[in-house]
């Protein structure tokens, strides 16, 4: 029996492997500033047999047509309870690495200080 390895989201508990027939797995850089990553995305559900389908000459898979950042998402009356949710868990994730001692209280100062 083979064993794998994976990566668990703290987030959303969405797991990823961290080997695949490509290599390991890194997270990317973000190219985008928090304040304007969209948190949530409206897709158009395109036709295609499993949606990922490349049909020639159209449209197909599941397209953005819009996003929210997490202030818009705020300011927004039907996303502002997961965005609050959002809030609540990175703290939480926070704390709990200034507790196990992986993120130092310096660290969080001068983050805060930063601004």
């Known amino acids: 029996m083979a064993e794998v390895e994976y990566l668990k989201c703290p987030f959303c508990g ?6 695949s027939g490509s290599g390991r797995f890194s997270l990317k850089e973000m190219d985008i500033p928090p304040s ?15 949606r990922g ?14 996003g929210y950042s997490i202030v818009e998402a705020l300011q927004s009356g ?4 997961l965005a609050l949710s959002l809030k609540e868990r990175l703290l939480k994730i926070v704390e709990d690495y200034v507790r196990a001692g992986v993120i130092s209280r310096a660290e969080v100062r001068r983050l805060l200080s930063a601004r």
Do not use: A, S
């Open 14 to 19: 969405y797991t990823k492997p961290l080997k």
């Open 36 to 50: 304007e990553f969209h948190v949530i995305q409206v897709r158009d559900v395109m036709p295609g047999p499993g």
């Open 78 to 81: 039907e996303y502002r309870d």
């Open 53 to 66: 389908r490349h049909i020639k000459g159209e449209e197909y898979g599941f397209r953005v047509v819009r």
